[in-house]
Structures are given as C-alpha cells and as structure tokens.
C-alpha cells in the first residue's frame, strides 16, 4: 500500500500567518514584528516614531504583553489606534493573536502597523505573526555580546537598531565586536544606531522605514 | 467503577527538580537560580561575588546559554568548577539539564551553586530546577515598568538584585515606582541595589548570601 508523505505542510501558525499577511497586502498595509530585550527600547522607538511621521503615515500598533496595558496607553494618548493583547504568560505573540487584533485597526487608512512583541530575545523568533520585516532593537547596556548569545534572533532579523547609545560613554560596549558578530550570522543586515532619549540616528530609522512603504 | 483520581502528582520536571534538590541538600550546597533579562547583569555579579569570596567559600558555576560557552569561560578563568549548558534554542533550563551538571561539579567542596539561567524574565519562571533560592536581577537601563510587565518572575523572587545603579543619572527610572511595583506582588521580597562597575551595594548583597549558607 502506498504512503502518502505530505510535505511542506504548514503549522496551524504559519497557515494563519499567511492570511494575515495577505490582508494586509490587500489593503497595502506593512507590518513589523518589533522584537528585542526586555527594556531595550521597543516602544521607545514606537513613540519617536509616531511623534515624528503621525499626520504624514497611517501607523497602528498592536502591543504584546504578558499583563498590563500601559503601552498601548500610552500609543493611544497620540491619537493612534492601538490594540493591546495579554498574552497571560504566553512569552510570545502568535499569528492568531494578530488575526484577532487586525479587525481593530483601520487597515484602509494605515500604511505601517508596528507590532510590538513579547520582550524576550528567544521565542518570538520561532512564531510568523504575517508581517514582512522583522526588527530587532537591541541596546548598549545590554552589551556587545548578545548577537552570540541569542544567534536564531539576530540570525533573522531584517533590520537591527541599536539604542541608547547616548549611554556608551558609560558602559564597556565593543561597537566592533557587536558589528562583527552580527555580520558572522547575516552578512547583509543593516544596523543603525540611535539613541530615543537625545534622537541621534532617528532620521536614518525614519528614512529606512519611510522606503519600506507599499502602499 | 470507580474513578481514580490522581492529586498531585508532580511533573517529570519537578520531579527531577526534587532529586537535585535532594542532592544538594545531602551535600549542604545551597543552589541559587539566577534569571534575569538578556544583559541585565547575571554574568558580572556572579563575577564579582566570584573574586569577593574565592578562597573563602566554596562556589561552583552551572551556565544556561542558548549558544556560545563565553560565560563558562569566564568563571573558569577564576578557578571555579564551571559546566555550561547550551539549550540550543530552548529559552530556559530545567530540571534535567542540572541534573546533567551536578556529577561534574565537587558537590563536596562547595557551599554555593549559582545556576545562571538563559537570559529571558518569562519561560524560566515556570521551571524548577533545585534551586533553594530564585534570584531575579534586573538593571536600571531597563526601566522602572519591568515588575508590571513580567509579573510571574518577579512575584516568585527571593531576591531582587537592582543592578547599573551608576548609570541612574542617565535614565529615567523612577526607583519608588519599581519598589512599589514589586511591593504589590510580593511585600516581603527584598531589593538590593548594586553596581557592578563601581562596587556599590555589592556588600548587602554579599552579606544576604553569606546568610543563606547552610554547611
């Protein structure tokens, strides 16, 4: 009797995934998976961002967190819409969670949706959410030596900021070293430095998002 | 018939858990699981407590890393007994892979193991592993918000260790905000402040140590 081998059949994750990122396609909408550290500066970057491009793009958020709201608080006192999902202890977000939270959103109106993930640099890295860029931000007190600590993460990334570097006079950071460990996995990541606190760098963010632009 | 109801029984995980738990009290070695975020500071300050006490107290070194043997290294260079375990993707130790460790360390000799966890404030919550004390670090670049956001970890903690207090002049972290933060998980925990880089608070901590030492 013949064996039927199912091959590249897709996780229930990833078939869902697929069909949030072809609504957003349809509706000319890019989503970003913004992932990183706890701490590292995910919303920080968020709100630069919505303060300098919010009347010129459409942006939604959508905000991951084990507990709490105060993000999505915060995205929405700028008049952004935003959805804030509890993962409950989940430490990652997953395409379901996306496909629930899009309905939410004015996806007709948006040209970016920012998705801020789970802060955790290991398991997000496994879970298609629909977008089509990844983002990692990473941070100076965090130290140069994350790259090889948590490959898979960096591995993927599409574009890696670094933040805070306000804060480099003031810690041991080998910018070289950081730079180097990330070429050794993906040669051709972009990496661009900023600092949310003082907005050294931003206009290069701004500019690398603004060409990321479907619509 | 009737049914038989099977009431707490525990998982393979803590079940394991309980063996190494047994182990080390046998052996009067108190293990200490330290989790934090990625770069938060669990590698310095068990370096710092490493050349505080060498010689003076018998110390062994168990690393959880997802890749690299960086940190192992490190403690190794001091002379201490050191197994680094790489999980390889996996975003937390358990209960096995300390079982793993434990026959290479001089069980003996020691009066404290510190278990360096894989850098993530979620899923290693969740594992017991043996410890007889849960050590969160979390640092000041990483904000104030952390205890709101990562409520789990930081409810379970015997310890807080507040590290990179010396970079407080340059970050907005609102101390009474996390103390009170933690307060309303857990009102007994209590936080230590240190430094790191300049030593500060590093006594307290020692002195709590030294205190939990059961040989």
Redesign the interface.
Known sequence: MEVKVLKNILSANDRIAEKNRALLDENGVLALNIMA????GKTSIIMSTIKALNGEYGIGVIEG????S?DAEKVSREGIPAVQINTG?G?HLDANMISDSLPDLPLDKLDFIFIEN??????PA?YALGDRRRIIIA?I???D??P?????MFHDADLIVLN?V??AP??NFDRAAFRQAIKNLNDKTPIIEVSC?TGEGLDEWLTWLKAQKIK
Request: charged share 20%; net charge negative; aromatic share 6%.
């Open positions: 550290s706890p701490g590292a967190d084990i507990a709490s105060v202890g430490c789970v802060g955790n640099l290991i398991c496994s941070s007190p965090e130290g030596d994350k090889i600590k948590y490959p898979i805070k306000d804060l003031y810690v606190t």
